[in-house]
């Protein structure tokens, strides 16, 4: 991963909200497609399915607040073996503004909000290390 490549902010945002040019680079990092939205109408630059969680933790956690603890930690265990895709991602995001796209009807306890705070942990640890 290129230090110069790392993006200048990361953001979620739901899917069945309107793209916007501020967006930056647009990521879908869920397994499944959104219900009810075209593909061509999504206005993605990727979707990463390997940076969803896998099928037994996402039907594990079913969005319940309460198992958000368990949930990240055990989703941040998956994601440190998907550094490889992370870097790739990364390195797309080209140092634009990263947007992740999720589809939940939660917007506080859902995986993009996850993969957020590990993507921001994962690039001060690799800061602190260079």
């Keep these: 991963m290129s230090d110069k490549n790392t993006p200048n902010t990361i953001r979620c945002k ?10 930056g680079y647009r990521v879908l990092v ?5 219900r009810g939205i075209r593909k061509e109408t999504l206005a993605l630059d990727s979707w990463e399915k390997d940076l ?13 607040p309460q198992l958000w603890a368990g949930f990240y930690q055990k989703y941040f265990d998956e994601l440190k073996k998907r ?4 870097d790739k991602l990364l390195d797309d995001c080209g140092g634009r503004r990263l947007t992740l796209v999720y589809s939940a ?8 909000m996850a993969l957020k705070k590990f993507l921001e942990t994962y690039l001060t640890d690799n800061q602190r290390e260079s």
Excluded: G
């Design 14 to 23: 739901r899917a069945y909200d309107e793209a916007s040019e501020n967006d």
């Design 30 to 34: 869920d397994r499944i497609w959104p």
């Design 52 to 64: 969803a969680p896998s099928n037994k933790l996402r039907k594990w956690f079913n969005h319940d």
């Design 83 to 86: 550094q490889r895709t992370i």
């Design 105 to 112: 009807k939660d917007t506080e306890y859902n995986n993009a």
